[in-house]
């Protein structure tokens, strides 16, 4: 009896070993399953018709068994500058969640999401309006990279998680969309050229720290004190700054990668000279680097971004206690693409 859409395997979830387990499970060889990688994940087919090598009646048997997830780009919008273009991918749920492209010099680089909204609570946040929905998939979030990718016919050569959702609550998932993105048979997206962005879910930094990946962890700190962050990031109040840094301390002194602060700028909250040293002293010490975000605006949350003169004081004066520090460049505030911007959205 042929299964439902809803009973078939969608296989760009699935690793490589996975798919070889699938094929085995169909009663076929494990070498057809490094074939189909290359169709599912390099190629990104969307029809086993397209999958030219294999018999056609094992297309016709995976057409019974399996599915390929096929995002559908309902929207997109193009920066004024041209250097941004935001997307957003209908899901087969009716759920939606926007992605985006930036051009650098250095080639292509999307920022994904992983969460269909987001329980953190972040005060800033656009994504954590209306809280989580639900996970996203291995395969929905590699759909992302792959969509705009087939979207420009341009190579994407670099991976932000930084859209919408904390990607180590949905842990399990990402760490399977890492290990596929930079797979040989797949995009082959070093690790190196992809940054991973947490509010602090402790247990899961140490956890991600014992896989010793050459990846950049970005933490979003946004607060030099346990009050305000509290305001500020909620998941403060469960692992406080002190418990945040000594994870990670413990990260780098693991892997010998240096992480990244995440410090987005709110006028008259988190922005003066005094939280400038407060800062200074948190991180003394730390292989780090701080990366100073001016807020973008988010209609609901009505607060004001630092103007430029205090941001250029607040650099200078960590600069002054040896921090590594820049000042984010501003991709795509013009079309709500930017750090803090992206949300929850539903097809319609």
Known sequence: MPRSITDKVNLRDLNRQEMKEFFLSLGEKPFRADQVCRWVFAQGVTSFAEMTNLPKVLRDKLAEAAKLSQPTILTSQVSAKGDTRKYLFGLSDGNAVECVLMKHSYGNSVCVSTQVGCRMGCFFCASTINGLVRNLTPGEIYDQVMGIQRDTGERVSHIVIMGSGEPLDNYENVMKFLEIVNAEYALNIGYRHITLSTCGLVPKMLELAEKKLPITLAVSLHAPNDELRDQLVPMNRKYNIKQ?????????????????????????????????????????????????????????????????????????????????????????????????????????
């Open 244 to 348: 945040l840094l000594a994870a990670c301390s413990e990260y780098i002194k693991i892997t010998g990668r240096r992480i990244t602060f995440e410090y987005a700028l709110l006028a008259d909250v988190n922005d003066s000279d005094r939280h400038a040293r407060q800062l200074a002293e948190r991180l003394k010490g730390l292989m780090c680097h701080v990366n100073l975000i001016p807020a973008n605006p988010v209609e609901e949350k009505g607060f004001l971004r630092t103007p430029p003169e205090r941001v250029e004081s607040f650099r200078n004066y960590l600069e002054k206690a040896n921090l590594n520090v820049t000042v984010r460049r501003e991709l795509g505030t013009d079309i709500d693409a930017a750090c803090g911007q992206l949300r929850r959205r539903f097809e319609k």
